[in-house]
């Protein structure tokens, strides 16, 4: 089993800066890619970001590119998510999330944290 816990929600005003850590613990070893959704009131759980084991690739949803980096430090146990330029609509309950091969259906979630933007 793999625990994850996320941290460093809040509430922000439009063009500002947030930045999420997942913390990993358990058998960190057999999760390769790690990843990041969110969910809006009302909406479905959509995928935000992802990366590799190595950090060598990574995957964004278009409605975040050039404003949102993922990182992960695995000396930590711990990923990231650098959010910049935040908007009204990134407005979300944001849930990290760990798999041994693809994000296409995480085996594992945190309990997610919630982000505001105010306009």
């Known amino acids: 089993q793999v625990q994850l816990v996320e941290s460093g929600g809040g509430l922000v005003q439009a063009g500002g800066s947030l930045r999420l850590s997942c913390a990993a613990s358990?058998?960190?070893?057999?999760?390769?890619?790690m990843g990041w959704f969110r969910q809006a009131p009302g909406k479905e759980r959509e995928f935000v970001t992802a990366?590799?084991?190595?950090?060598?690739?990574?995957h964004y949803a278009d409605s975040v590119k050039g404003r949102f980096t993922i990182s992960r430090d695995n000396a930590k146990n711990t990923m990231y998510l650098q959010m910049n330029s935040l908007k009204p609509e990134d407005t979300a309950v944001y849930y990290c999330?760990?798999?041994?091969?693809?994000?296409?259906?995480?085996?594992?979630w945190g309990q997610g944290t919630q982000v505001t933007v105010s306009s």
């Open positions: 990366i590799s084991w190595s950090g060598g690739s990574t």
């Open positions: 358990g058998r960190t070893f057999s999760v390769s890619v």
């Open positions: 999330a760990a798999d041994p091969q693809s994000m296409g259906s995480p085996r594992y």
